[in-house]
């Protein structure tokens, strides 16, 4: 609830309007680094000749233990580490004096780099008027469903001020692909469906696991202190949990809602 690395004097710049989780495949790494730039990923670093690295030549390990390192992998060659051989081009965050100036080359697939990858796709201007309502404090922490992959989740939300619009709705989709439809509706009273829809719904499908932001194509006006609801119908077909919930840190009750 109070993040202790907050620096206060710093300025906002951007607001994260979507996040994607991709997939531990040498394509589609290439793919996001191509059109989004460098990528988070995870990787096993304890193995031997890691920590000594100096920059020389390729690192190689086919272990199979647990990550336990974030790096950031910046680009790639598909000769990199012997003819035919390719590897991935990776910043490290144990400053200058490591490895190749803080960079580290690495076959694919070794150490498990490639792990938990992930990158922001797409940004948006900090706008000190605009209010971000929710109520996951940790984000997407675990996931929940009722065994056939497809099911529905509400959740209330009440503006806190007068003359308020809202201007776009979010959703987590727990893996990829997920099949949405997004609305935003005026009543729900806890168990039958909401009633008088306001916006949407939106519908499409999103390829990977991650956040995702609808703009409204009109604005809707709201009232302070009266709930709106928003309405996910979720399906990731064979992944059987397609509710994404934050079951840690402080929790609200009769905030949210799944049925199926």
Request: charged share 15%; hydrophobic share 35%.
């Amino acid at each position: 609830p109070t993040p202790a690395c907050v620096n206060p004097a710093c300025s906002y710049l951007k607001q994260v309007k979507e996040w994607r989780i991709i997939p531990n495949d040498v394509d589609a790494i290439k793919a996001a680094i191509q059109t989004y730039g460098p990528v988070y990923t995870s990787m096993y670093a304890s193995f031997p000749g890691f920590g000594t690295y100096n920059g020389t030549g390729c690192l190689t390990y086919s272990g199979t233990e647990n990550t336990n390192h974030a790096v950031l992998i910046v680009g790639w060659d598909d000769d990199l580490c012997g003819s035919g051989v390719g590897g991935w081009i990776v910043k490290n965050s144990w400053g200058t004096s490591w490895g190749d100036n803080g960079y580290f080359y690495i076959t694919w697939g070794s150490a498990r780099i490639g792990s938990g990858t992930n990158v922001i796709t797409e940004l948006r201007d900090y706008d000190p008027n605009m209010t971000v309502y929710y109520y996951d404090d940790w984000g997407w922490w675990s996931s929940v469903g009722y065994g056939d992959g497809h099911d529905y989740a509400v959740v209330e939300i009440t503006p806190q001020a007068a003359d308020e619009f809202v201007h776009s709705l979010h959703f987590w989709a727990t893996a990829g692909p997920t099949t949405y439809a997004i609305s935003l509706w005026d009543g729900f009273n806890g168990s039958t469906a909401p009633t008088s829809l306001l916006a949407g719904p939106f519908s499409g499908t999103v390829n990977e696991a991650g956040y995702y932001t609808i703009d409204l194509p009109v604005p809707v006006a709201v009232s302070a202190g009266d709930p709106v609801y928003i309405l996910a119908d979720l399906n990731t077909g064979t992944y059987l949990y397609p509710i994404p919930y934050d079951d840690t840190g402080p929790m609200e009750t009769n905030k949210s809602y799944i049925s199926n």
